[in-house]
């Protein structure tokens, strides 16, 4: 169906169909993926914000033309009370800029969904003043971020770091468990839902795995079916992956809508990320080698490590596996671990400065003490 059938077919439909930009302007964006099957749009954005769901307030990051944001009005007017859309790309403001004019929930702001100033701003400015807090307890909060997550390397770490902020309740987990809702790069995912419950699922599991696990219960929302082939849904023609990947992943166009949600218990005690992020990093580089044989790579002496898990299984605490291989290491493994970790005395101190480089942006900030 042309975009032009589908806008003409109902009175409720937006009447300004998006402009997807010409192949000068898109090379400027070749990494912003976004939606152009309008009826695929209506069943994800049907999935994002589901019957039952009364007055949100979705934060739309990277909506490109904004085919999913047009699908999000549509939805009954009672699920959805505002809809903040950040985009900075001007190819696309055109597009999204006339649906303030026609709705008044709408809210375009030329800002970079990359930027963690932006999430400053935007509580500045006053556009989440209309938010109530919800207490961790509560299952369904008034807030939520919807994402087309861009396919370049800078998507990737975006969702890390996302991640890395639920356990201390930071950036906009200060208003709750907020849903996070994306559409993604099925490789992006295969590493994120990856657990130890198949061989198959082994291989691609990580340090964004385990984070993912012990902070969010995740699904897909959509078939993954209803997303294929990729051209009959999916702006560009060609999708620029990140770089690095080997070439059967950059073949793989696949895509996949997903919900991610805070847990309400956190496996990853607060102000402890760091700990958990400098063990995942340095033990999943020998991820296919048993525990017992890889700690000593933590620091020197911690070996004594093994001693101390051992004494919580005596304790009657988590039953420790050390001859696991790393990657086959459960959330309550590398809980018992940290813990062990962040008790030893002789434990090297942990000081990370993260680089988020976002184009014409390099921002450094401490994530584990954010708190917009």
């Not at 929302?221 to 023609?237: A, I, K, M, Q």
């Not at 605490?317 to 086959?328: G, I, L, M, W």
């Not at 988020?356 to 942006?361: A, Q």
Request: hydrophobic letters at 40%; a neutral charge.
């Amino acid at each position: 169906m042309s975009l032009k059938r589908w806008f003409s077919t109902s009175a409720k439909r937006c009447t300004v169909p998006p402009v997807f930009p010409t192949s000068a302007s898109a090379q400027l964006v070749k990494h912003h993926v976004s939606l152009r099957n309008p009826e695929t749009a209506a069943q994800v954005a049907d999935a994002f914000v589901p019957p039952g769901t009364k007055d949100k307030v979705i934060i739309e990051a990277f909506p490109g033309p904004g085919l999913l944001t047009r699908a999000l009005l549509q939805l009954p007017k009672e699920r959805i009370r505002k809809i903040i859309v950040l985009e900075n790309a001007e190819c696309f403001l055109q597009s999204l800029r006339p649906l303030q004019t026609m709705d008044p929930r709408v809210h375009v702001l030329p800002w970079d969904g990359y930027s963690w100033s932006t999430y400053r701003q935007l509580e500045d400015e006053g556009h989440l003043r209309d938010v109530e807090a919800s207490s961790w307890t509560e299952p369904d909060p008034a807030l939520r971020f919807v994402a087309h997550l861009p396919t370049s390397i800078y998507g990737e770490q975006l969702i890390a770091q996302l991640l890395r902020l639920v356990p201390d309740q930071g950036w906009l987990f200060r208003y709750g468990r907020v849903p996070m809702n994306y559409i993604m790069h099925d490789f992006v995912w295969e590493r994120i839902s990856a657990n130890t419950s198949s061989t198959a699922k082994l291989k691609n599991r990580c340090k964004l795995s385990v984070i993912a696990e012990a902070a969010t219960s995740f699904r897909e929302v959509v078939p993954s079916d209803t997303l294929r082939p990729y051209e009959e849904h999916f702006w560009p023609p060609n999708i620029a992956t990140a770089e690095g990947r080997s070439r059967k992943n950059r073949q793989n166009r696949d895509m996949v809508a997903v919900t991610m949600c805070p847990l309400p218990e956190q496996a990853i005690e607060k102000s402890l990320i760091d700990k958990w992020d400098f063990c995942l990093r340095k033990l999943f580089v020998l991820k296919s080698t048993p525990l017992d044989r890889a700690i000593s790579h933590l620091a020197p002496g911690a070996s004594t490590l093994l001693t101390m898990l051992a004494n919580d299984h005596a304790a009657g605490h988590h039953s420790f596996d050390a001859s696991k291989p790393v990657r086959e290491m459960n959330v309550q493994d590398w809980a018992s671990l940290v813990r062990a970790f962040h008790s030893w005395p002789f434990a090297p101190d942990i000081h990370f400065l993260v680089e988020i480089d976002c184009r014409d942006l390099t921002e450094y900030m401490l994530l584990w003490s954010e708190n917009l």
